[in-house]
């Protein structure tokens, strides 16, 4: 009975005397023809390609951002501006170009985010579990590492002479981190004290220690993963005594204090809270060592505002630092708990994640120009997430579906997974979620298969692109495309004798830019808002 008052009381409140919830002025074909013919004058500026050689490059990846994700996360924005969502513009979907990665690894057809990375940041595709080696490395055995390693386009923008770095709210030895700098077969391998002995003698390394040996000069480096650089059994400087956040390896090294050591004649800062990161100047600063977490970030919506930066605080100290290099810089940006909170069934919380990234990729776009910075975002895989049940215009995107399901007659809510640990059975039958607080953050949206983590998901994920040569990622791609497309933008890497061309002109500046806002059809304005 509870249940059918809640989905009535619901009804009525949204079709209440027959009036549409939605703005009034979407009433009026005026409204959607000026809206899509102001739309059709910015894709026309687009036949003028922008061919500019890529002084910089950002790589913005949404680790399990799949396109339901973005679409969930578009209306989240929107709804936390007060408007009802759907017709919200997230930062990425404003860029102008847009493409199908497929996402498969080379032994996997339902992805991992080792062998994504290695696909995304290396140019080839790899087996599930790997990081930095060709699909000719077996998982977990050390002796098929050598020979097979692959190197990322963050070590060819260094070795083009451009700053580079890492920002991440998960581990910075974490999968997708790991594959710009390391090469390893075990993405489990953290620090030495997760290897197996054998992995030890046969002289393969931890990936904590491949962060500072492989590409010693890495210009910025922010995340969490702070227990992995200590010595077995040290205290944490922000959880002392908590054993659980102590120091890891067993070689007993502490690759901070070596870090600073190395850079200890240069302008270079170690980092461990966010007043401290706050109150550097970047223009003061070369190279910054930011480890803010033990282990990965809380989320966002946890986040301890006076030790925990935000993603977008990293992302524009890390820019800030990045581009006073003359030759531009490389910047890898990963929203890494999006992934996380799916696979904890934690909706909310996976959808807040997404809009952080979404912020920060706002900010970069603040602090860079499209005529020398090319920006991609995109994911890696997605997860078995989606939202429907014929919700009306407006509905909570954390909210239930209209109607009770008509075959157990209990209500559900918008959001499901179709695996996970949301998968609840009381007395027999489904859970009724009347009976419990579905908005909290951490909820765990119901699933129809019981597994104690969510999985990933194996269709294909968007990648947006603006910038110079952003047009060459469209259509239907493989992963492994992007980092070529990024390279030869930026003339780095094996794609560089089209850069002649460019040596002896300026960056090109489309005439339909500036015109654009001169020669549009003209518009009512007041219907846009």
């Known amino acids: ?175 997708t981190p790991s594959a710009a700098y390391a090469h390893c077969v075990n993405r489990e391998w953290l620090s030495d004290a997760e290897m197996p002995l054998e992995a030890l003698q046969e002289g393969c390394k931890d990936i904590a220690l491949q962060l500072f040996e492989n590409i010693p000069n890495i210009d910025v480096i922010m995340g969490g993963g702070r227990k992995y650089m200590f010595p077995s059994n040290m205290s944490d400087v922000e959880y002392p005594g908590e054993h659980k956040h102590m120091g890891t390896r067993r070689d007993g090294r502490n690759l901070v204090e070596e870090w600073k050591d190395r850079f200890k004649n240069h302008r270079a800062y170690y980092v461990w809270n966010r007043k401290d990161l706050l109150a550097i100047n970047p223009n003061n600063v070369d190279s910054m060592l930011g480890l803010f977490e033990p282990g990965d970030f809380p989320y966002d919506l946890e986040r301890n505002v006076e030790t925990d930066p935000s993603l977008t605080e990293m992302v524009e100290t890390a820019i800030k630092i990045l581009r006073k290099n003359p030759q531009g810089f490389y910047l890898l940006v990963e929203g890494g708990r999006i992934d996380h909170g799916h696979h904890e069934g934690k909706a909310k919380q996976a959808l807040h994640e997404t809009v952080e990234l979404d912020r920060a990729i706002g900010r970069a776009g603040l602090l860079t120009s499209i005529h020398d910075t090319l920006t991609v975002v995109t994911a890696d895989h997605s997860h078995v997430f989606n939202f429907g049940g014929y919700t009306p215009r407006g509905n909570p995107i954390f909210g239930l579906a209209p109607m009770l399901s008509d075959v157990d007659q209990k209500p559900f809510t918008s959001i499901l997974y179709g695996n996970g640990p949301g998968y609840k059975i009381v007395n027999g039958v489904r859970e009724n979620v009347s009976a419990v607080d579905y908005k909290q953050n951490n909820y765990q949206a119901q699933s129809a298969v019981p597994l104690r983590l969510e999985t990933h998901g194996g269709e294909d994920v968007a990648i947006f692109s603006k910038g110079p040569m952003a047009h060459l990622l469209h259509g239907v791609k493989e992963q492994n495309y992007i980092p070529h497309v990024m390279a030869y933008a930026a003339c780095i890497g094996q794609n560089r004798l089209h850069c002649r061309s460019f040596s002896n002109r300026g960056p090109q500046f489309p005439a339909s830019l500036a015109l654009t806002t001169l020669v549009a059809i003209p518009v009512l304005p007041h219907l846009l808002w």
Request: glycine share 8%; charged share 15%.
């Open 1 to 175: 009975m509870k249940s059918i008052i809640l989905v009535i009381s619901f009804y009525l409140a949204t079709v209440c005397c027959g009036k549409p919830q939605f703005p009034e002025k979407e009433k009026n074909p005026l409204y959607w023809n000026s809206a899509a013919q102001h739309t059709l004058q910015n894709a026309l500026s687009l036949q003028e390609l922008n061919k500019n050689i890529a002084k910089n490059l950002i790589l913005f990846l949404g680790d399990g951002m799949g396109i339901s994700t973005v679409t969930a996360a578009r209306i989240l924005k929107g709804q936390l501006s007060g408007h009802s969502g759907e017709e919200t513009q997230l930062e990425m979907d404003k860029f102008p170009y847009v493409a199908l990665a497929k996402t498969y690894n080379t032994n996997a057809q339902v992805a991992d985010s080792a062998g994504t990375a290695t696909a995304y940041l290396c140019g080839v595709k790899a087996n599930e579990g790997t990081v930095g080696v060709s699909a000719a490395a077996i998982r977990g055995q050390c002796n098929t590492t050598y020979g097979n390693e692959v190197t990322s386009i963050l070590k060819w923008a260094k070795d083009a002479g451009k700053s580079v770095g890492i920002v991440t709210t998960t581990r910075v030895n974490h999968a």
